[in-house]
C-alpha cells in the first residue's frame, strides 16, 4: 500500500498543498469539476466539510487509488488551501505521487 499526501514540507510545487485568494466553496466547485474531467469516480462529496472522495484505477500494475481532495478555508474571506491525498492498493507499482502531482498541476492552473 501506498500512500502520498501534500505537504509544505515536499520541496516540488505539485506536491504542496494549493493556496488561492478564492472563497473556499468556489474552490470546493472547482475541485468538483476536476475530479469529474480526469475522469476519477466520485465515491462521496461532503458539502459541510468540503471534501471530495474519489477512486482511480491503475490497472494490474497500479491497482487502486483513493484519492482525497479537501478545501479549507475562513467563512467570508477570499482565503483557501486544498490538500490531496492518494492511497493505494493493489498493484505492484504505487503512483500516489504522480496522481497527487497530476491533480494540482491541473487544478492550479484552473483556479490561479
Partial sequence: MGVFETSDDHP???HR???VPVAKRDVFGAAQE???DLAWTVREVDDESLT???ERSGGLLGGTSRITV???GPDGIPSSTTTVR???TGGVLSRDKSIVAE???KFTN???
Fill in 12 to 14: 516540488g510545487r505539485f
Fill in 17 to 19: 498543498p494549493v493556496r
Fill in 34 to 36: 476536476m475530479c469529474a
Fill in 52 to 54: 471530495i472522495v474519489c
Fill in 70 to 72: 479537501r478545501v479549507d
Fill in 86 to 88: 492518494s492511497e493505494s
Fill in 103 to 105: 491533480f494540482v498541476k
Fill in 110 to 112: 484552473r483556479v490561479c
